[in-house]
């Protein structure tokens, strides 16, 4: 099937065109540069540059694959989850079409969409698949059983996603936001045993088995005060140390959980997506400890692995394939959308 998927979570506006596994057009417009000297996304301006920016996204999504609306068999659009305000331009916008146009729309799950744009480059998800995403706004852990039909949490992050640490010690260290690039850049250069940074929920959360979730508040907080206590006495930060040392860590604890839950699933795949997977060092970590454990590691180029329209429409395609429903015209965007619902109905 031709679908149209459109994606508007965060700061991204996007659009793109897929026919079966073929990527035939991928329009992504940032309105990040507006949000970088408030050191975060701020919704209120991103949503206004989605609703400026709906339209022209679209049709050139459209005229790059010498399509029109008509063409299309469906609508895709990510429902959540994702700041409310920027939700509702895209899920408006994409309703507005579909009912005009008389298409089935699919209001899909963005986290999901990283998972089903790996598709595009290495072809379909072998059944019991892991997947690991992790962006400024999520670090999730997924058990792909059927892209399509069944997917179920397997860990999460109790606190900050991975990209938001790296995001708050690259501010503490005087970097441009975002600055997770700057820590990788810095961290190539770095000694990763100088600063010793806890590694948060080795062992899950307390009184409870969650072996696989995620914590990173405490790595921030631990750097901010090893940061500060050289600081106070008039020491030199060494800038490359503190990055090597944040990242060695952070990927550690990261790949270990992520082939560790392939193993305890009986899973030989694992995906990877979301913006924080550009980052050298978790990619290196993921490839020796999958090889370690005869995981297959699927590690996206970068421009897959950010938010963009591929990820809505392949993941509508998926759908369109399987048979299932579309939502109807009056599905609600969720921002808090859980983890193992594809799409809303
Ligand atoms: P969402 O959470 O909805 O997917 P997002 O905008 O936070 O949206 P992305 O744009 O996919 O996510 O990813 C951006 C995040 O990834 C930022 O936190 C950024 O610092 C981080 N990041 C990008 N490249 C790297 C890198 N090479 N090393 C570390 N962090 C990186
Ligand atoms: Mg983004
Ligand atoms: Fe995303």
């Given at each position: 099937p031709i679908i149209l998927g459109i994606e508007s979570t965060c700061d991204e506006t996007a659009a793109a065109i897929v026919q079966g596994d073929t990527l035939r057009s991928n329009v992504v417009a940032s309105s990040m540069a507006e949000h970088a000297r408030y050191g975060g996304v701020i919704p209120e301006i991103a949503s206004r540059a989605h609703q400026q920016a709906f339209v022209p996204v679209v049709s050139k999504a459209l005229a790059d694959a010498r399509l029109?609306?008509?063409?299309?068999?469906a609508i895709a659009v990510s429902a959540?989850?994702?700041l409310a305000g920027c939700l509702a331009v895209g899920v408006s916008g994409a309703k507005a079409l579909a009912w005009a146009a008389g298409k089935p729309i699919y209001g899909v799950n963005h986290v999901i969409g990283h998972v089903a744009v790996t598709q595009l480059q290495f072809g379909a998800i072998p059944p019991n698949t892991m997947a690991l995403i992790v962006s400024g706004g999520h670090t999730s852990l997924l058990h792909v059983k059927d892209i399509a039909r069944d997917v179920t949490v397997v860990g999460t992050t109790l606190d900050d996603a991975a990209g938001e640490c790296f995001d708050k010690v690259a501010r503490l260290l005087g970097?441009?936001?975002?600055?997770g690039p700057y820590i990788d850049r810095h961290a190539q250069r770095?000694?990763?045993?100088a600063v010793k940074v806890p590694q948060g929920l080795t062992q899950g959360r307390a009184g409870k088995e969650h072996p696989y979730d995620f914590s990173f508040s405490g790595v921030k907080t631990a750097v901010a005060r090893w940061v500060e206590q050289r600081q106070a006495t008039g020491q030199e930060i060494p800038v490359d140390d503190v990055c090597a040392s944040l990242a060695h860590s952070v990927a550690q604890v990261l790949a270990r959980k992520a082939i560790g839950g392939c193993v305890a699933n009986g899973s030989d795949t694992l995906i990877v997506g979301g913006?924080?997977?550009?980052n050298s060092q978790l990619r290196a970590q993921l490839l020796l400890e999958g090889q370690a454990a005869g995981v297959e590691v699927r590690l996206p180029r970068v421009a897959l692995c950010t938010d963009n329209g591929a990820m809505v429409a392949m993941l509508g395609s998926n759908l369109v394939d399987a048979g299932v429903s579309p939502s109807s015209l009056d599905f609600s965007i969720d921002s808090s959308m859980p983890m193992d619902v594809i799409s809303r109905q």
């Open positions: 029109e609306l008509a063409d299309v068999d959540g989850p994702g970097f441009p936001y975002p600055g770095g000694n990763p045993e913006g924080f997977s550009a």
